[in-house]
């Protein structure tokens, strides 16, 4: 697991970017805007419509932090590629296999208020769903989620797989899904200001002229006394 060590309050979120490398050059344009100190992607950089090579490049540039999804995973062990719209080992640049060989399933991110837990799907499981309305017998068979939440490990999760936005408490644990850029799905970026307590969504249906939609609001509780 990557551990480092965070003391940013504004992070620009990327979630399933699916080689949409417009969409996500709109979503860096975004942050610079808004000041943001730290960009996190929650990986599936490849299989869509687009240019990886560019994407990978975008997110080296901006020194973003990210994991690896699942199709990504795929790619690398050329697995799954007779899936619509994936890419091959052989389409890409070296230094974007480097880049994707180089990221991890999960990294972990310190903060004065707890440990944040950056993953693609919940926690190691980079298939594992979380929709925001999953409730009552769908969240007691989430097997992945009860483990984060009993092991009160973490106290922000920030992942991604389903390409639905969300923000949600689980007792101590809030998990964020800042959603895909994906342009079949409803693609967005978002920045988490954590002196706020706000999770502010841009919507990127097109590149070229991103906008400011919901804000949804969160609290993390104080990390408990050594």
Do not use: K
Not at 151 to 162: E, N, P, Q, S, Y
Request: with cysteine; net charge negative; hydrophobic share 45%.
């Amino acid at each position: 697991m990557r551990y480092a060590r965070a003391v940013s309050t504004r992070w620009g979120l990327v979630g399933d970017i699916h080689a949409e490398d417009e969409r996500l050059a709109a979503a860096l344009a975004v942050f610079d805007g808004e000041g943001v100190e730290r960009v996190l992607f929650v990986g599936d950089v490849v299989d869509g419509v687009g240019d990886v090579d560019r994407c990978c490049a975008l997110l080296a540039a901006a020194g973003a932090l990210g994991v690896r999804g699942n199709h990504d995973r795929w790619l690398l062990a050329d697995d799954m590629r007779q899936l619509p719209r994936a890419h091959t080992r052989a389409e890409l640049a070296p230094q974007s296999l480097a880049f994707l060989e180089a990221l991890p399933a999960v990294r972990e991110l310190a903060m004065p208020f707890g440990l944040v837990l950056l993953c693609h799907g919940i926690g190691e499981h980079d298939m594992r769903r979380l929709n925001p309305d999953d409730d009552g017998y769908a969240l007691e068979v989430n097997d992945a989620l009860t483990e984060l939440v009993e092991a009160r490990r973490h106290a922000l999760v920030i992942g991604g797989h389903t390409h639905l936005r969300m923000v949600r408490r689980f007792g101590d644990l809030v998990f964020v899904n800042p959603g895909t850029l994906a342009r079949d799905a409803t693609p967005c970026c978002a920045v988490l200001d954590l002196d706020a307590g706000n999770v502010q969504f841009y919507e990127l249906d097109d590149p070229a002229a991103p906008a400011r939609s919901e804000q949804l609001a969160f609290t993390t509780r104080p990390a408990p006394a050594a």
